[in-house]
């Protein structure tokens, strides 16, 4: 997952004061000017070195400031989306949209400067004390299961959310028109848990807008200090007003009664919009409904008044925000309507408002086209697949698609300083901002985009909607440096920067992460969807300097040979050091870190990614890369090579290679705790027995021949239930290896070592599905394996998920547990293509 240690990640309780700490006190240097002043750098970098030179400055220090000035240089080529393609004249429909997934519920602008509206929600009364807010999606706040039923990625989407004594219903629909993105609605929609129970929680909705800067909010206060509405004007959106429309017992348009309260204060900066609205939660209110008894409530102030005691102090031209608090007995419906002045105008046709009756057809008919869409798309009742499957489907596509997000900032980034094998202290730089709009593996715990991950999110998305996944690595593309390299892991932007501590927040531009995006190319190259095309001819150049950047500074310590720069040092903590940038963190490698080391699974994704660029070349008329790229791809694909290389006849296997010794243990040794000894024989050069994953990748790429004499050896590891073969699909590491289900460290639970992930059973299905498909002498062994997988993975998953209500980041090999995060609505949303046998 290269999401370095997952359980000090999420820390939500000090996110923004961690966030805080880096973007105050940290060791960045402030240097935004990066890319867009590419050209100037580049000739103060040329005087600079005559200068120097003039001066006789040593020669390894030049060569480190120019580093450092690369490291965060945008690359030359021309982007690969049309300039403005994120605005609302050129793509109206995704300007609006929920991209903020790690809030319950919310929306915002694609928009450097968004717009953004969000909801929080409390039960009153339930405990003395302050009723729990809920806002952002978090691990252990107790809320779920939550997730979309139908989200379409564009106009629509229902999602389901359990709190406690509450259900919550929270729905949007957009409706297009006028030149700023139209209008959309909310409904949300709050049910009691249970039946028939006869007192009926208390419960406060919180709607709100907040602005990032220039924008202008004018609110309209009513009788009752219920917001009437706001109206308002950005240089994007044009006009627009806000409505908040008197709520309703669900399914009914009768009023019910509510109590209003209201704050407007400057924005204190998204992180703390939590924390703000709970510091302003302390007056007692009596909701008194006519012929009700009256009942308190925990409630912001009962009038409009603008309040600057920003939480910093300071707060002038930094946006506002805005909230409107109704607290009201459960059941019932509220709708918040936005409508965009442009639509209105021109038009002699009064609009009329896209709530209640006309709210309530559009989400239906919305949710019948989704669902024939649906079937349309991946014809899972078609294929036999039962209610509970299709429903499981539609919610894993929809969270992955309700998973989008719009990121814009700057990221911190460490150049590579390794000069003449010496390493220099350098500090981090900042990265020039940049917009990312890219699916996120979860919403509660790794709300932001993840490179490697984002291949596997693209194979689904790009089956619904090829233009989401054209935008989508049009932006991964935007973020490629002057040498070719991208960042594996892209913290943009306060809201995704407060979730991330801040020894995370920096990404070494040494290190590299496996080249998914690559595995959605391929399928544009097959489908060859003339629009899929266009797109791959803008991204060509870009494409192909990311793969020659990873092919270059990976290289391994023989030809044709990769190595996986990054690896932790061994210290006497780790039972093996762990290597990020691969993916797969913990899986065990060499024990003892080394140049000397040739990595199997990275030497397997430059093999695939030499084939997919040259076949790009070849199908865009690009004869030069066509002929630079062919005796690559060729070499690669040569199994002699990958043999002499990697097939380690001792073991029966294909293995990475490295100075290694089995000989390891960690031993408690008081008063450090676990430490690392390494016994005898002493670590040599050797290939590296650790089965599992790693071991697959010629036949998860699909690199062998059919008629491979390696292929047999792999379906009998793969299948044998002693190693690769679980009733729950294929586990990371061979139960027989001695780092099965191991800690790594004192603090280091086991991930990519024995769990069940769905990533790699997707890609096995797809290898076994393609040699089941090939005549040779494993064709039937391999149809039969892959029906076999199949059924174990889906129904495992199809079992949690009804169980729990949620996509699991990993699963046990043991029982089928669903373990690590949730919901996790990424690649665990393959489990879709397998159902639909999609590959
Ligand atoms: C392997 O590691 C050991 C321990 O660090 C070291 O002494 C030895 O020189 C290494 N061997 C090679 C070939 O790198």
Known sequence: MARGDRRRRGAPADGPRTAERAARGGPVRRDGRGGRARGAAGGAALALVVLSLALGLSGRWLLAWYRSRRAVMLHSAPPALPPDSSSPTVAPDLFWGTYRPHVYFGMKTRSPQPLLTGLMWAQQGTTPGTPKLRHTCEQGDGVGPYGWEFHDGVSFGRQHIQDGALRLTTEFVKRPGGQHGGDWSWRVTVEPQASGTSALP????????????????????????????????????GDFRFTLLAPTSPGDTTPKYGSYNVFWSSNPGLPLLTEMVKSRLNNWFQHRPPGASPERYLGL????????????????????????????????SVELVFESGSARTGGSQALEQ????????????????????????????????????????????????????????????????????????????LFPSVPLFTAVPSRSFFPRGFLWDEGFHQLVIQRWDPRLTREAIGHWLGLLNANGWIGREQVLGDEARARV???????????????????????????????????LRRAFPRLRAWFSWLHHSQAGP????????????????????????????????????????????????????????????EQLGEAEAAAELGPLAASLGAEESLDELHWAPELGVFADFGNHTKAVQLKPRPPQGLMRVVGRPHPHLQYVDALGYVS??????????????????????????????????????????????????????????????????????????????????????????????????????????????????????????????????????LVLLAMAEDY
């Open 202 to 237: 208390l419960v406060s909705l919180f709607f709100y807008v907040v602005t990032d800067g220039k924008e202008v909010l004018v609110p309209e206060v009513g009788a009752k200090g219920q917001l009437k509405f706001i109206s308002g004007h950005t240089s994007e959106l």
């Open 301 to 332: 102030p009962g009038s409009l008044k603008w309040d600057d005691r920003g939480p910093s102090g300071q707060g002038q031209g930094q946006g506002q925000f805005l909230i409107q608090q109704v607290t009201l007995k459960v059941p019932c």
């Open 354 to 429: 896209l709530a209640g009756s006309l709210l309530t057809h559009a989400l239906e008919s919305h949710a019948e086209a989704f669902r024939e869409r649906f079937e349309k798309t991946f014809r899972l009742k078609e294929k036999g697949l039962s209610p509970e499957e299709q429903a499981l489907g539609q919610g894993a596509l929809s969270g992955l698609l309700g998973g989008i997000g719009y990121f814009y900032g700057q990221g911190l980034v460490l150049p590579d300083m390794e000069v003449e094998g010496s390493e220099q202290k350098v500090d981090p730089v």
């Open 501 to 535: 501590p801040s020894e995370f927040l920096v990404q070494r531009t040494a290190h590299a992460n496996p080249p998914t995006l690559l595995l959605p190319v391929a399928h544009m190259l097959d489908g060859g969807d003339p629009a899929d095309l266009a797109f």
């Open 558 to 617: 023989v030809p044709l040979s990769y190595r996986w720069r990054g690896r932790d040092p061994a210290l006497p903590t780790l039972l093996n050091p762990k290597t990020l940038p691969s993916g797969l963190d913990d899986y065990p490698r060499a024990s003892h870190p080394s140049a000397s080391e040739r990595h199997l699974d990275l030497r397997c994704w430059v093999a695939l990614g030499s084939r997919v660029l040259m076949r790009l070349a």
């Open 696 to 829: 697959l990748f010629p036949f998860l790429l699909r690199l062998l021949d059919p008629n491979s004499p390696r292929l047999g050896p792999m379906l009998d590891v793969l299948a044998d239930r002693r190693q690769l073969w679980s009733p729950f699909g294929l586990r990371s590491l061979a139960a027989s290896s001695p780092f099965y289900s191991q800690r790594n460290s004192e603090h280091d639970p086991p991930y990519w070592r024995g769990a069940v992930w769905l990533n790699v059973n997707y890609l096995a299905l797809g290898a076994l599905h393609y040699y089941g498909h090939l005549e040779g002498p494993h064709q039937a062994r391999a149809a039969r394996l892959h029906g076999e997988l199949r059924a174990n993975l889906v129904g495992n998953v199809r079992r949690q998920y009804q169980a729990t209500g949620f996509l699991w980041e990993q699963y046990s090999d043991q029982d089928g547990r669903g373990m690590g995060c949730r919901p996790f609505q990424g690649w665990t949303s």
